[in-house]
Each structure stands twice: as structure tokens, then as C-alpha cells.
């Protein structure tokens, strides 16, 4: 009985916090799925080659609202590098992307209120910028090899072609309820389901006393959020926790910023991508401008004091309990909807290799260790599209596997090519 009632505690103040996020959730999905129709981050790589200062400052601008993962941002980053952005630029937008998006900047506003809200972009700018223009400033650039980027926002097609008004509602939609939310749902729902653990289950006396103030608490939050894989949204609950129990804002900011900028998975390619050294002066520079950037809110935290509505955002403040409730339903019912259809769409595709259609048939098959998420799959799945006598392509996110089928001659060099310039490295057999 004592399990039962805990386990229904944790329940609770989870399903609590995703009420107080889920609204503003759903309405920075949207909004992430009109960027998605309308700006295109392939796009916009002429714009950070040249200028050593002005790249960066672009880069970070372009990275604040777009909704990319801390992984999904990787072979985003690594397609602008090789269509010509600077290592720079590329460092400013790998640090402003992940720790921020549209999605998150409305879910920090739920739960920690305006001030934070606000300061959590100022902060993504500034540690974006300061990374970007130490690389500039430090290391010499070597000449990048382009590569050609897709035409389309939509279909990875390089050909000219036309979309109407109607397909792009249905992309937008897709993209911001299917695609999106797969990618980032789990880890949502984990990071609640946290914050619903220390809001449940620790006593407040503890986290003041281990992570209520001073350098010490940034300290901790920066080794523990550097290394581990954390997103942007999926934190938040998790600070939001930790901070209605004692835990200082500036703690929390470092947390916020360190966690989704870096993981080892980022590190190890990034490594391979831009050389160790850049590598090395991203980690100095995510870990100097956290630290400080948190020391300058608990300043500012201070100063607000006084104005507790400015500071958190109390759930009177916010929106009707029967809204926060019906948006989370909603949230729940896409994110399990997008779990029961990928599961379905595997099931399907393992059945149809088998089918007399595929019969005849010459494959490839290539294991990619660096895919994470849905998103890596959308990203790799477009580039294999564009190879010419291909007939499928089954990619398996648990396994790591690239299957491709061809009709005619197989083409192996073409394929690896393909998935090396969505930014993944292919295994070597």
C-alpha cells in the first residue's frame, strides 16, 4: 500500500507539471512546424561563411527558435559546415539551437515564469556568440569542401518542382505532431516523470542545503549536465523541480544551458568533424559562459525578489485547470499515437522485405552508430531518396542499421555518400 500511494504521488505532481507545459507545448510545436515549412536551416549556410564575427552573431540569431534536439541538432550543424559555414558559426549555432526552440522557450515560460523565460535567450546568444567568436579568434579556418543542399523544405528534392498551399499544411502539421514529437516525446515524458520524483519523493531541506546556492551547486549541475543527453524541453521540469525545492535559479541555469548544448555523442563527433581543439575550446567556453551567465541571474534574481508574479509564474496566474488538463490528454494521445505508428510502420516494412514484390531485389546494409532519434532517421531517410535506381530504404533506430534496396546495380559508394552528407558517419565493416 505504501508503494501504491507514492507510485500515485509521483503520478500526480507528474501529470501536474505536464498540465502546466502542455498548452504552451502545443502551441510551440505549431509554430515549430510553420519554421520548419518556411525556414529551412540548409538554407541559410551562404550566410555564415564569411565574417568572422557577423557569422557567429547570425548563427546564434538563426539556432534561438528552431526546434532541434540536442541530437538532432548534430548532422543539422555538421550539413551547414560542409556547405560552407565557418567552425565559428557552426559552434555559435550548435550551443543557441539545442539550448532553446520555440517549444521550450513557451514550456520555460509555463514553469518558471517571464524573467526566466527571457534570460534563458539572452543566455543562448551570449554562450552561442562567446563560443563561436573564441574559435574564430583562436584557431585558423582550413578550407571546407561544400556540399550541395536539398532544394525543398519539404521532400529533400534537388529537382525543381511545386508545392501547393494544402500540401505544406499537411508537411507542417506532420512535421510538428508526428515528426517532431517523436523525437523529442520520450524524452519529455522522462524528464517529467523526474521532476515528479524530486517534487514527490526529496525533502526540500536537501536540495537547499546541497544545491541552494553558490558556485558549488553550478559546479554540480555543469559536471552532471555535459556529459549525459538532455533536451531542452525535457529538462525543464526536472530545474523546475529542483528549483521549487530550494535550488538556486542560476544552478538551474547552468543545468539548462550545459545539458542540451553537449553530450558525449556531440563531443565524440564534433571531435571527428571539427578536430579536437575546437572541440576543446566548445567545452572551456559552454562551461565559462554557464557558470557566469548563472552567477549574473541569481544577481538579477535577487533584484526581482520582491516581485514574485515577474520570477515564477504561480498556476493562478497561468491558464484554467481544465485547459492544462485537456492539452495534456491531447499531448499524451499524439505522443502515443506517434510510438503505436512507428511500431507498426516497422512491423510493415519487416514484412514487405519479405513479399514476392522485393524478390530479385540487391540491398545494402550499413550500421550508423551516431542515429539517435527519429529525427536522424527523417534526416537520413531524405538523402537516401535522392539516389538514383534505389527501390526502398528500411533504417532500424534501435539497431543502428541503414537497409537499402536497389532494383538494378547496387550502388554502396553512393549510399554511404548519401548518409555522410546528412551528417553521419557510416561504420566500417
Known amino acids: 500500500m505504501v508503494i501504491l500511494g507514492v507510485l500515485q504521488g509521483i503520478l500526480l505532481e507528474s501529470f501536474r507539471l505536464l498540465g502546466r507545459m502542455s498548452p504552451y507545448l502545443l502551441f510551440g510545436f505549431f509554430f515549430a512546424g510553420i519554421l520548419r515549412v518556411f525556414f529551412s536551416p540548409e538554407k541559410v549556410a551562404r550566410h555564415l561563411g564569411e565574417g568572422r564575427v557577423s557569422s557567429v552573431i547570425k548563427a546564434a540569431i538563426l539556432g534561438i527558435p528552431l526546434p532541434l534536439c540536442s541530437c538532432g541538432v548534430i548532422p543539422t550543424a555538421i550539413s551547414l559546415r560542409r556547405q560552407g559555414a565557418n567552425k565559428g558559426a557552426t559552434l555559435s549555432f550548435l550551443i543557441s539551437t539545442p539550448t532553446t526552440g520555440v517549444d521550450s522557450i513557451l514550456a520555460t515560460y509555463s514553469l518558471l515564469g517571464p524573467l526566466f523565460a527571457i534570460y534563458r535567450v539572452v543566455a543562448s546568444f551570449l554562450a552561442g556568440v562567446f563560443s563561436g567568436l573564441l574559435e574564430n579568434l583562436s584557431l585558423e579556418e582550413s578550407p571546407q569542401p561544400l556540399v550541395a543542399a536539398s532544394s525543398c523544405n519539404l521532400c529533400d528534392l534537388n529537382e525543381p518542382h511545386f508545392h501547393n498551399v494544402l500540401d505544406k499544411i499537411k508537411f507542417m502539421f506532420y512535421y510538428a505532431f508526428v515528426e517532431l514529437l517523436e523525437g523529442i516525446g520520450k524524452w519529455l515524458l522522462l524528464g517529467i516523470l523526474i521532476g515528479g520524483v524530486i517534487t514527490y519523493l526529496i525533502p526540500q531541506e536537501f536540495i537547499e542545503n546541497y544545491l541552494g546556492s553558490g558556485w558549488q551547486a553550478m559546479i554540480v549541475m555543469l559536471v552532471v549536465g555535459i556529459p549525459i543527453y538532455v533536451c531542452a524541453t525535457g529538462s525543464i521540469p526536472i530545474v523546475a523541480a529542483l528549483m521549487f525545492k530550494g535550488m538556486s535559479p542560476g544552478a538551474g541555469m547552468v543545468f539548462l544551458l550545459a545539458g542540451p548544448a553537449t553530450n558525449a ?3 565524440t563527433v564534433l571531435a571527428k568533424e571539427l578536430g579536437k581543439k575546437a572541440v576543446a575550446l566548445y567545452l572551456i567556453s559552454i562551461s565559462i559562459t554557464s ?3 548563472g552567477m549574473l541571474l541569481n544577481l538579477i534574481w535577487e533584484i526581482f525578489a520582491f516581485q514574485k508574479s515577474f520570477l515564477i509564474a504561480m498556476p493562478k496566474e497561468i491558464l484554467p485547470r481544465w485547459m492544462e488538463i485537456g492539452s495534456a490528454l491531447v499531448l499524451l494521445g499524439l505522443i502515443a499515437s506517434g510510438f503505436v505508428k512507428g511500431r507498426l510502420w516497422l512491423v510493415k516494412k519487416r514484412e514487405a522485405t519479405n513479399t514476392e514484390e ?3 531485389s ?12 527519429q529525427h536522424c532517421v527523417s534526416l537520413i531517410k531524405g538523402a537516401l531518396n535522392r539516389i538514383k535506381g534505389m527501390k526502398q530504404a528500411e533504417i532500424t533506430l534501435k539497431d543502428k542499421i541503414v537497409k537499402v534496396l536497389f532494383e538494378g546495380r547496387v550502388d554502396r559508394e553512393g549510399v554511404v555518400k548519401a548518409i555522410n552528407s ?8
Open 265 to 267: 555523442v556531440t563531443i
Open 422 to 429: 546528412a551528417g553521419y558517419e557510416v561504420k566500417d565493416n
Open 358 to 360: 522485393l524478390k530479385g
Open 362 to 373: 540487391k540491398e545494402v546494409v550499413l550500421e550508423v552508430p551516431d542515429m539517435t532519434c
Open 291 to 293: 557558470i557566469l551567465l
